[in-house]
């Protein structure tokens, strides 16, 4: 396993969930990782990044000011702090990482992402 994925789950309107992305081997610290997701019928979406070598980041306006990602880098994970869900944030979220940032959103076919972690926010 090259990701390991935590933190998904069943919260109500809101609610604050944060998600963790494990890079447990220490692969991917020279790259860019982040999150996307993906509901039921849609295309998987960018949703957050950042650069483990300067800490930029990068989110999609949707979730700008509600969700926050950081690196811890001692311990080789990102997080995905999100707060005031929102039922449209149903979906599952994948760990992905990409050479830089604009590579991963620009072109997602090229990410190594991780296995996925459910993320559903009940009305």
């Known amino acids: 396993v090259q990701l390991v994925e935590s933190g998904g789950g069943l919260v109500q309107v809101g609610a604050s969930l944060t998600l963790s992305c494990e890079d447990p081997r220490r692969m991917f610290t020279k790259y860019a990782m982040g999150w996307f997701r993906q509901a039921p019928g849609k295309e998987r979406e960018f949703v957050a990044a950042?650069?483990?070598?300067?800490?930029?980041?990068q989110y999609v306006d949707s979730v700008k000011g509600r969700f926050t990602i950081s690196r811890d880098s001692g311990k080789n994970t990102i997080y995905l702090q999100m707060n005031n869900l929102k039922p449209e944030d149903t979906a599952v979220y994948y760990c992905?990482?990409?050479?830089?940032?604009?590579?991963?959103?620009?072109?997602?076919?090229?990410?190594?992402w991780g296995q996925g972690t459910q993320v559903t926010v009940s009305p």
């Open positions: 992905a990482v990409s050479a830089t940032i604009t590579t991963m959103s620009h072109r997602p076919a090229g990410n190594y």
């Open positions: 950042i650069n483990w070598s300067d800490g930029g980041t």
